[in-house]
């Protein structure tokens, strides 16, 4: 899925006109590395956003999220990609009771139960329904996960794309500025 966001640039076009003075090389380092710096705040913004939705711990979301980001210095373009897989129950702190799996901030899982693995892995379990011992079939069982943060991120887009326009009106210019700064200081400007 891919999602726009347009922004109201006069000031990045006036600032765009002002850098056109400046060596191509000095515009592409200084853009990738604002580029770079805004990606890295954009991340821990949607993390913390996407932690407050699916009400869980940030740790467990950005232990889970991953962030790629691809930057076309010359189109002056970002490509954010997030991936992330579920959750075990087990790492958002289960714990056994009589009638199931407890879960912090997610309730009573009936039925469920904890349990390791010759493996070591430790997970919340629930039996399949219909798939009871027979004779020459064991039973069935499959681990219960919690929340996939990408996915609350896909069917409301529009609840993260506010946090990232923020960061570009916010932030875009001065960064860049401050980049262009950083490299004039070394070539002796």
């Known amino acids: ?5 347009y922004i109201d640039t006069s000031d990045v076009l006036e600032m765009g006109r002002a850098l056109q003075n400046l060596p191509g090389e000095i515009r592409a380092k200084a853009m990738s590395r604002a580029m770079r710096r805004l990606n890295s705040m954009a991340k821990t913004r949607v993390v913390r956003r996407d932690a407050e939705r699916i009400n869980i711990a940030q740790k467990h979301v950005r232990e889970r999220t991953r962030l790629s980001a691809s930057f076309n210095a010359g189109g002056h373009t970002q490509d954010l ?21 407890i879960v912090v901030k997610r309730g009573l899982y009936r039925h469920a139960f904890r349990a390791g693995m ?8 629930r039996r399949v329904p219909g798939t009871r011992m027979r004779k020459k079939n064991k039973e069935q ?15 409301s887009p529009e609840e993260y794309l506010d946090v ?26």
Do not use: C, Y
């Not at 010759?118 to 379990?125: A, E, L, P």
């Open 141 to 155: 069982i499959r681990e219960q996960f919690g929340p996939n943060p990408v996915n609350d991120i896909l069917t």
């Open 81 to 101: 990609i997030l991936k992330s897989g579920w959750i075990p129950l087990e790492k958002l702190g289960a714990r056994q009771s009589k009638r199931g799996v």
């Open 1 to 5: 899925m891919t999602a726009f966001s």
């Open 164 to 189: 990232l326009e923020a960061i570009v009106k916010e932030m875009f210019a001065p960064r860049l500025l401050h980049e262009v700064d950083r490299l004039l200081a070394q070539v002796g400007h």
């Open 118 to 125: 010759d493996s070591g892995h430790r997970g919340v379990f």
